[in-house]
């Protein structure tokens, strides 16, 4: 009998657990520290971006995924996600998961960087949720165990093997084999659009047990969050249907900046944001989608239309105030394409992994994809591995990853506020980087020191602050702008250079 512990319940948590149950001799335990529904999953709104039309074709997904990562997303990653997309859109649906359909077909959206409609949505901009709930009711209706409100604290090793997790309260869970899914790190910044249980916790783990973190400087910034509230997501789609940028006077801007304006690049889209924002005193710039008509509006986006006269507004009569906010990791526990890491034992899927896949910035809609495609091979490594007796380290997709940097695993004394830390991070490693900004903020992250992660609360600080420190020596030893990493002191990536991926492990 197999042991397989899986860490998130997001959907490469869900879509892991469903494979390995549905492989004899295997035992799955999910672990969650919120409820089995809290996950970055079930806040997505985009939608999944698959190839299901004729007119379309996998090399053409190919294609936009590669020209979005700037020159850094590994093929291979890229072929595997797109080849298996469709594939894994079946058996989600065959889980349960209801996508929106037209006449009995798949109905298709337009998002940023993609030549055809391919996006897939559910309950039109509820797609993350539809997802969580199908496959939620596929996991309670297999019967998998699931350990709902238990926080992971560490990864238990022996010799240099994992073995198992060790909870907060000390006790642990054995595994033949741990599997990563805890997704993103969207609470490093004061400004995101990730649930607050996105704090960095599978990264840090990884990191603290000796895993290699890869590609950490790269963080997507949305570029239209509501610039109110806790920023709630105004989904690409949007953008994808009509709706445009003005600047305070009411002028469009994007125009002038890429020529496919609002439908540029993520990372293109959210610092002409920022850089206007500049140029109007920090005031935000608006979405404009007042001629799409209320009617449409409330039915294609029902849940942002909701969340915006909940505030107040009614965006078929007024523009809504919009900023960037982080989004998603690029960047993460380093894997190969089947998920192992560079520890014995250990495995990473989703958000909280990195393959390369993404490059420098995340093609819109790829990253529910993501989750389901790899969820599936992941479970098929681990159990080959666990049942051939053969855990074994990952290595690099390709041979474009760097040596890795070495980081020193010595903690500060000074405790710090969360606030203060998010501060430094959004002001030091947000939409701009610069050399002396990053060495101060390394400087100060150095003296910091979490005494006692004795509750949730303490322990998601301790994981933050492994994190900051992570990603801002991979800021450093990236001297360029590249993708969703602007470095204003540096020149743009050159095409003349074959880039690499960056890699960096605590000593």
């Not at 649906?93 to 055809?116: K, M, N």
């Not at 919009?322 to 089947?338: L, N, T």
């Not at 004795?454 to 001297?479: F, G, H, P, W, Y």
Request: glycine fraction near 10%.
């Amino acid at each position: 009998m197999s042991r397989l512990l899986i860490i998130g319940s997001g959907v490469a948590g869900l879509t892991a657990a469903l494979e390995a149950h549905e492989r004899p001799g295997v035992s799955v335990t999910v672990v969650t520290k919120s409820t089995i529904d809290k996950s970055n999953t079930a806040w997505a709104q985009g939608g999944v971006a698959v190839v299901t039309d004729p007119a379309d074709s996998v090399q053409s997904h190919v294609d936009d995924t590669l020209v979005a990562g700037a020159g850094l997303s590994a093929l291979e990653s890229v072929m595997v996600l797109c080849a298996d997309g469709p594939q894994a859109i079946y058996d989600m649906v065959d889980d349960g998961v209801e996508f929106d359909r037209i006449d009995g077909d798949f109905a298709r959206g337009l998002e940023a960087a993609h030549s055809f409609s391919r996006i897939l949505h559910g309950g039109g901009d509820a797609t993350g949720a539809a997802i969580a709930n199908g496959l939620i009711g596929a996991v309670s209706e297999a019967g998998i165990e699931v350990l709902e409100n238990t926080f992971v604290a560490d990864l238990v090793l022996a010799d240099g093997v994992v073995t198992g997790v060790r909870l907060l309260d000390g006790s642990v869970l054995e595994a033949d084999a741990v599997i990563l899914a805890t997704g993103g790190a969207g609470q490093i910044f004061p400004y995101t659009t990730n649930p607050s249980v996105a704090t960095g916790d599978g990264i840090a783990l990884a990191l603290r047990a000796g895993a290699v973190g890869a590609d950490l400087e790269f963080y997507q910034f949305h570029p239209t969050a509501m610039a109110f509230g806790h920023n709630p997501l105004i989904s690409e789609a949007v953008r994808g249907e009509g709706g445009y940028l003005i600047d305070q006077t009411g002028k469009r801007f994007m125009q002038d900046v890429h020529e496919l304006a609002e439908l540029a690049p993520r990372d293109i889209v959210a610092r002409g944001i920022a850089d206007q924002m500049r140029a109007q005193a920090g005031e935000p710039v608006r979405l404009d989608v007042r001629h799409l008509g209320a009617e449409f509006l409330a039915k294609r986006f029902p849940t942002i239309d909701a969340t915006v006269k909940a505030h107040g507004l009614d965006w078929a009569v007024e523009p809504v105030p919009v900023s960037p906010a982080a989004h998603y990791f690029m960047g993460g526990v380093r894997v190969d394409i089947d998920g192992r890491t560079s520890v014995p034992g250990l495995y990473a899927v989703g958000e909280v992994a990195c393959n390369g896949l993404h490059g420098a910035n995340r093609l819109a809609s790829n990253s529910l994809l993501e989750g389901a495609v790899y969820g599936h091979r992941v479970v098929a490594a681990a159990v080959d591995d666990v049942e051939t007796g053969t855990l074994r380290a990952g290595g690099p997709v390709d041979e474009h990853w760097a040596a890795s940097t070495l980081i020193d695993a010595e903690a500060g004394t000074e405790q710090f506020v969360r606030a203060d830390l998010q501060q430094l991070m959004w002001e030091s490693v947000g939409l701009s980087r610069n050399e002396a900004d990053l060495e101060a903020a390394a400087k100060t992250l150095a003296t910091w020191h979490v005494s006692d992660a004795s509750d949730i609360k303490s322990a998601e600080d301790a994981n933050l602050l492994t994190v900051a420190r992570a990603m801002v020596q991979s800021a450093l030893l990236r001297r360029e702008s590249r993708g969703a990493h602007w470095r204003s002191d540096a020149q743009s990536a050159s095409d003349e250079v074959s880039p690499t991926h960056s890699t960096v492990v605590f000593a």
